[in-house]
């Protein structure tokens, strides 16, 4: 028995401990996947607050897996694993069901699991955390109380100043799908002969005598019989789910609303890219230097874009603090908040591969490199 209370708590603690810190490497990732939960759960007033409940959820999860592998606080940490899992492990069988978001996000970008199999982990991590707790009186810590308060304290400041760091520059670890050394153009091809999505449409009929609304496949609808049943609504459903590339969403046009996606992507030469998510707040923390770059870039005949995601009037309102040669396209939100977490930041690609990404900050070193 001594040996199953052992290996449950080193389990869900090594399980705990991965799973916070693949979310605490890129916590802007995490508040986008509480945004998804918070759309489809229609909870849109939590949006502002979701990049704090994301870095704290992500240093309860951290602390509690930490403390319950080194066997700190044993009791509480269990008590708190198990509030944990009662919470999440019901979410996930309701996202399995409903199928709301395509991926939990529990393991961030590192790792990629179904709904289901979301579920299946939950369950059995679930089931480690009740033989902690039912033999809880069991665990007991080595450490003194002052010994436990500073190493949880510890715990609690390396997760809130990893964070920190993660956010105001780029992830240390890279696990989405616009990393350096990535082809963008070869990682939007979907292969010949892939899966594609398959649906069900669904067409619901009203019952005119008794007011019924019925469900009908559309090989089997009652359109004829036009004295019982009368058209109501369609619905399409996903059945399965089809091969979609690392990259499926990158899509740019001009402030003319030209595509411009294979102009970027063809480009045989090196091509410089600013990006401001938002552009009214990324192009007011610009300074000289962005002046300097373009020039630069101009004297050496380099393409150099700006992508945000910004509607046109934000753009026409704030674009002359950029210079004239710096082409504006826009794209989308969330892909450009996948490409790079920070506003505003850089990007280097050629021949379509990504070169180099930074936050802003350090253009300086590319105007050094320029100069030596």
């Known amino acids: 028995m001594k040996i199953l209370i052992k290996v449950s708590r080193i389990l869900t603690g090594i399980v705990f401990v991965f799973s916070g810190f693949v979310k605490a490497v890129d916590p802007v990732g995490f508040q986008i996947k509480l945004g998804d939960y918070f759309e489809a ?27 319950l592998f080194f066997n700190i606080f044993p009791k ?11 919470f999440f492990t019901p979410l996930t069988l309701w996202l399995a069901v409903a199928n709301p978001v395509t991926d939990c996000g529990c393991f961030g970008d590192a790792i990629k699991l ?3 199999q979301t579920f299946g982990k939950n369950v059995i991590i679930l089931f480690f955390v009740l033989v902690i707790i039912f033999y809880r009186k069991k665990l007991i810590s080595t450490l003194s109380f002052k010994k436990s308060i500073i190493l949880t304290a510890i715990f609690t400041l390396f997760a809130l100043i990893f964070q920190i760091r993660n956010i105001n520059c780029l992830p240390i670890i890279d696990f989405r799908p616009f990393k350096i050394g990535v082809n963008i153009k070869e990682a939007t091809i979907i292969p010949e002969g892939a899966k594609k999505d398959v649906y069900q449409t669904v067409l619901f009929y009203k019952n005119l005598k008794t007011g019924e609304s019925k469900k009908f496949d559309i090989n089997n609808i009652p359109y004829e019989d036009t004295l019982t049943w009368e058209y109501d609504t369609t619905f ?14 990158f899509f740019l046009t001009n402030l003319n ?12 030469g090196t091509t410089y890219i600013l990006i401001l998510h ?4 990324g192009v007011k923390k610009l300074d000289d230097n962005i002046t300097k770059l373009a020039k630069q870039a101009k004297e050496n005949d380099i393409s150099f874009y700006c992508f945000t995601s910004s ?32 506003n505003p930041s850089f990007v280097i690609i050629e021949n379509a591969v990504i070169k180099d990404k930074m936050p802003y900050y350090k253009i300086k070193n590319i105007i050094k490199e320029f100069n030596k």
């Open 41 to 67: 759960m229609s909870l849109d007033f939590l949006m502002p607050v979701a990049l704090v409940l994301a870095v704290l959820l992500i240093i309860a999860e951290l602390v509690v897996g930490l403390t």
């Open 76 to 86: 509480l940490s269990a008590w708190v694993a198990l509030a944990f899992m009662l």
């Open 114 to 116: 179904t709904n289901w």
């Open 236 to 249: 399409t459903d996903l059945v399965s789910k089809g091969y979609e590339p690392p990259i499926h969403d």
């Open 257 to 268: 609303g030209e595509d411009q996606t294979n102009k970027i992507l063809n480009n045989s």
């Open 278 to 281: 938002n552009f009214e707040k």
């Open 311 to 342: 509607n046109t009037n934000e753009i026409k309102k704030y674009n002359s603090l950029l210079p004239e040669n710096i082409e504006i396209c826009t794209g989308d939100y969330k892909m450009l908040k996948t490409f790079i977490r920070v």
